[in-house]
């Protein structure tokens, strides 16, 4: 099975988990005469709502690339994923309000064993959809899932606290209904706030993790003729498409020929490997000769240079007697411009005669 149906099966089951709840609570609820457990009822009908979002987040992403959107229409599940953590903000927001309401306006509410058995069937449920849905979620990178998950994991545990505060209140005769709650708001609020961050970042454009450049890396070099590899730049479009560019360094005497047969099959097993769709640039390194021994000596000159970390792309135009390349500067480096400029009047100082044209570069991972 794929994996948008998958998303799509496990949010149907999460529908009909709701259904049943919503069914079950107003069917008890008219036996009992309970309006809030009716109301109750309805707020399951609206949970359900966190299933249809991501259906429906799924079933767009699907939609095929065409002119006005040429990689796709993937990071609709981000929004998706968004909508639903903006739900859990509201909430718990809504809770802590009310929570602080019962902290300076306490109630006492009555229990029966019908009552009670609703929200333990209740408790359960919810426990074991939220766990069952965002298990789903991440094994199948579904940020929407994960939200939707979370969404009846803190519903569960609302009802849990709850029934706590009334157990409490039954055997001591103090109610705690409001602190708890409002614990337990916050604690949704924090966890609303950190799903949304997710989504958010990655529509943002967020950066790769250390350990998948390093992989990349080591994959991409070890292939015959490459010197080093640089300026490895990824996007995410959706869960499955990652879109990017990356250079390597090859020996200035390769051909044109096997440049190209050497990039194919780069981007041949980066997308074999990861799913990512890549050019790939090319640095000409100089080997042999005069210009190979200037080469050097300017490369040691930076190497020993402070706050410089990596250095690449290395190019002399030799008619405008003009040296080029990259530089990527540590962390203490706040200000580009200023730094190129200081870098730049030492290397004239150092070798005159040359012109130099710097460029500030970075690392584009977390």
Same mark, same amino acid.
């Not at 959107?69 to 809504?94: D, K, M, Q």
């Not at 992989?215 to 015959?224: L, M, N, S, T």
């Not at 100089?286 to 300017?298: A, I, P």
């Not at 540590?330 to 012109?355: C, Q, V, W």
């Given at each position: 099975?794929?994996?948008?149906?998958?998303?799509?099966?496990?949010?149907?089951?999460? +529908?009909? %988990?709701?259904?049943?709840? %919503? %069914?079950?609570?107003?069917?008890?609820?008219?036996?009992?005469?309970?309006?809030?457990?009716?109301?109750?009822? #309805?707020?399951?009908?609206?949970?359900?709502? !966190?299933?249809? #979002?991501?259906?429906?987040?799924?079933?767009?992403?699907?939609?095929?690339? @065409?002119?006005?959107?040429?990689?796709?229409?993937?990071?609709?599940?981000?929004? &998706?994923? /968004?909508?639903?953590?903006?739900?859990?903000?509201?909430?718990?927001?809504? &809770?802590?309000?009310?929570?602080?309401?019962? /902290?300076?306006?306490?109630?006492?509410?009555?229990?029966?064993?019908?009552? *009670?058995?609703?929200?333990?069937?209740?408790?359960?449920?919810?426990?074991?959809?939220?766990?069952?849905?965002?298990?789903?979620? =991440?094994?199948?990178?579904?940020? %929407?899932?994960?939200?939707?998950?979370? @969404?009846?994991?803190?519903?569960?545990?609302?009802?849990? !606290?709850?029934?706590?505060?009334?157990? +409490?209140?039954?055997?001591?005769?103090?109610?705690?209904?409001? +602190?708890?709650?409002?614990?337990?708001?916050?604690?949704?609020?924090?966890?609303?706030?950190?799903?949304?961050?997710?989504?958010?970042?990655?529509?943002?454009?967020?950066?790769?993790?250390?350990?998948?450049?390093?992989?990349?890396?080591?994959?991409?070099?070890?292939?015959?003729?490459?010197?080093?590899?640089?300026?490895? +730049? *990824?996007?995410?479009?959706?869960?499955?498409?990652?879109?990017?560019?990356?250079?390597?360094?090859?020996?200035?005497?390769?051909?044109?020929? =096997?440049?190209?047969?050497?990039? =194919?099959?780069?981007?041949?097993?980066?997308?074999?490997?990861?799913?990512?769709?890549?050019?790939?640039?090319?640095?000409?390194?100089?080997?042999?000769?005069?210009?190979?021994?200037?080469?050097?000596?300017?490369?040691?000159?930076?190497?020993?240079?402070?706050?410089?970390?990596?250095?690449?792309?290395?190019?002399?135009?030799?008619?405008?007697?003009?040296?080029?390349?990259?530089?990527?500067?540590?962390?203490?480096?706040?200000?580009?411009?200023?730094?190129?400029?200081?870098?730049?009047?030492?290397?004239?100082?150092?070798?005159?005669?040359?012109?130099?044209? /710097?460029?500030?570069?970075?690392?584009?991972?977390?």
């Amino acid at each position: 099975m794929g994996r948008n149906k998958e998303i799509i099966r496990t949010s149907i089951v999460g +529908i009909a %988990a709701n259904i049943f709840l %919503a %069914a079950f609570k107003a069917i008890a609820g008219f036996v009992a005469g309970s309006v809030a457990i009716v109301m109750d009822a #309805i707020n399951n009908l609206s949970d359900a709502m !966190s299933s249809v #979002i991501t259906i429906v987040g799924t079933k767009l992403s699907e939609k095929p690339a @065409d002119r006005n959107h040429p990689f796709g229409y993937g990071r609709v599940e981000y929004f &998706s994923a /968004i909508i639903i953590a903006v739900i859990v903000l509201s909430t718990g927001f809504i &809770s802590l309000v009310e929570s602080v309401k019962k /902290i300076f306006h306490p109630s006492h509410p009555t229990y029966t064993a019908l009552t *009670l058995t609703i929200i333990i069937v209740a408790i359960i449920v919810k426990l074991v959809m939220g766990w069952y849905v965002k298990k789903e979620g =991440r094994k199948l990178k579904s940020n %929407a899932l994960e939200a939707s998950g979370a @969404d009846a994991t803190f519903d569960a545990i609302v009802t849990l !606290s709850t029934l706590i505060s009334a157990g +409490i209140m039954l055997l001591t005769d103090f109610n705690i209904d409001g +602190i708890i709650g409002a614990i337990i708001s916050l604690v949704i609020i924090k966890a609303g706030i950190n799903m949304i961050g997710t989504p958010v970042g990655q529509l943002l454009g967020e950066s790769i993790s250390k350990e998948m450049m390093h992989d990349i890396k080591e994959d991409v070099a070890h292939f015959a003729g490459v010197l080093g590899v640089y300026d490895i +730049i *990824l996007n995410y479009y959706g869960p499955n498409t990652i879109i990017g560019s990356l250079h390597v360094s090859v020996p200035e005497t390769m051909t044109a020929g =096997r440049i190209h047969g050497l990039t =194919r099959t780069i981007t041949e097993l980066l997308y074999d490997k990861y799913k990512i769709i890549v050019t790939v640039g090319i640095y000409a390194i100089c080997t042999t000769g005069k210009q190979s021994e200037l080469q050097k000596n300017v490369l040691s000159f930076i190497d020993c240079y402070p706050h410089i970390i990596q250095t690449h792309g290395y190019f002399y135009i030799a008619e405008k007697r003009t040296i080029t390349f990259d530089v990527v500067p540590d962390e203490n480096i706040h200000d580009d411009y200023a730094f190129r400029e200081m870098l730049t009047s030492d290397l004239k100082k150092a070798y005159p005669g040359y012109e130099f044209n /710097i460029f500030v570069d970075h690392v584009y991972c977390k």
